[in-house]
């Protein structure tokens, strides 16, 4: 992970190195924009949840935490070690804003943090989100009655059967959030669903690019895929888009 995070500080550009204008835009007006945000309520509630020390049992259907191997865990700990950070919630929160991205997916709902920041958008988005542990999701569910968050349908069970039986075939969604089961070979599964679920004007995010090898090697294989045109690397984040009119690019940019 050091490594890779040395390499990104090495090899990342601000907007001076930037030469395609849809980049070049992300990253003046939707990159820095995103610095700026506040996100109180939300924050407020993160808070609230790293001093909670109530316990739950989780049944974690992907490839679990770094920091805990048991199934009985603490809000505190999950909130703390599953949460986007307020940083990149931002971030995702102005990709959506900016670019208009109405019907939104994301897999791995944990408490909601991620959710909140993407449904509370300045351009009132929808927001489909799935969670397999159902006492973690009942947790999320609280949450988002918390933070008054209705424009949220929250779907229990496995990835793989949700995206199966409960997505309509045809639905085609503004952007995905590919954060659970953060190994190589579910990375892919999920990311084959997104190509089919998405436009060109869709982004395709994964959260966690450099967590393990396997997610490293699924981003590495992504961005060479010829139906990618655009990547953009921002270390803890992966971005990638369709785009076939642009040259095909990969990016890695300081944030
Ligand atoms: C990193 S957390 C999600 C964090 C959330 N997106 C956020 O930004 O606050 C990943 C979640 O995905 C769930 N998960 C992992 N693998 C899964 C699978 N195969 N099916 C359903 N849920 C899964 C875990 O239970 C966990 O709550």
């Known amino acids: 992970m050091l490594k890779s995070y040395l390499k990104y500080r090495f090899k990342s550009v601000n907007a001076h190195g930037l030469h395609s204008p849809f980049v070049y835009e992300f990253y003046t007006k939707v990159v820095k924009s995103a610095k700026k945000r506040n996100e109180n309520r939300i924050e407020k509630l993160r808070k609230s949840l790293i001093k909670d020390q109530s316990i739950v049992e989780v049944s974690d259907l992907g490839a679990g935490s770094k920091s805990s191997k048991s199934t009985q865990r603490k809000i505190n700990e ?32 944990s408490m909601g943090i991620g959710s909140a920041y993407m449904v509370s958008a300045s351009n009132s988005p929808r927001l489909t989100t799935i969670e397999g542990c159902p006492n973690i999701a009942a947790k999320a569910k609280a949450n988002f009655d918390a933070l008054n968050l209705d424009n949220i349908d929250l779907l229990i069970g496995d990835f793989d059967t949700v995206l199966g039986n409960k997505i309509n075939p045809d639905k085609i969604f503004d952007l995905i959030y590919i954060d659970g089961n953060h190994a190589y070979e579910p990375t892919m599964r999920y990311f084959e669903f997104a190509l089919k679920h998405t436009d060109e004007d869709s982004f395709i995010v994964f959260d966690d690019i450099y967590w393990s090898d396997g997610m490293t090697k699924a981003w590495e294989e992504i961005k060479k895929l010829d139906k990618i045109h655009v990547s953009m690397d921002l270390f803890r984040m992966g971005i990638v888009c369709k785009k076939q009119k642009q040259r095909k690019q990969d990016f890695i940019l300081k944030y």
């Open 78 to 109: 999950i909130t703390k070690s599953a949460s986007i950070p307020p940083k990149f919630g931002r971030l995702i929160q102005a990709i959506i804003g900016f670019y208009n991205c109405k019907e939104l997916l994301e897999l791995g709902t």
